[in-house]
């Protein structure tokens, strides 16, 4: 049985590291549709807490995270995590 790794959302809030497609930034439209579309049919997650959304997370469950920490830093987080993936 492997390993699943949690990635660190901010805030106490974690998605397992192998669910995740697509990490990208909330700001363009087609994302704010993306977004509402999830939330339209129960797919949406907010893992914010209150606080402005600076990234969304997509999963192979075509569930919809978003995330109060930028992207660019869930992105290295997660990539960081693929390297200690490699390493062990």
Do not use: C, W
């Not at 907010?46 to 997370?57: F, L, P, V, Y």
Request: glycine share 6%; hydrophobic share 35%; no cysteine.
């Amino acid at each position: 049985m492997t390993k699943q790794r949690l990635l660190n959302i901010g805030f106490g809030n974690y998605v397992v590291g192998s669910r995740i497609v697509a990490i990208v930034n909330p700001n363009s439209s087609p994302m704010r549709r993306l977004r509402e579309d999830a939330k339209e049919a129960g797919r949406l997650v907010d893992a914010t807490q209150g606080r402005k959304t600076r990234s969304i997370i997509v999963t192979d469950s075509n569930h919809i995270v978003l995330s109060a920490i930028q992207a660019d830093t869930v992105g290295q987080r997660y990539a960081s995590e693929e390297d200690e993936d490699v390493a062990s």
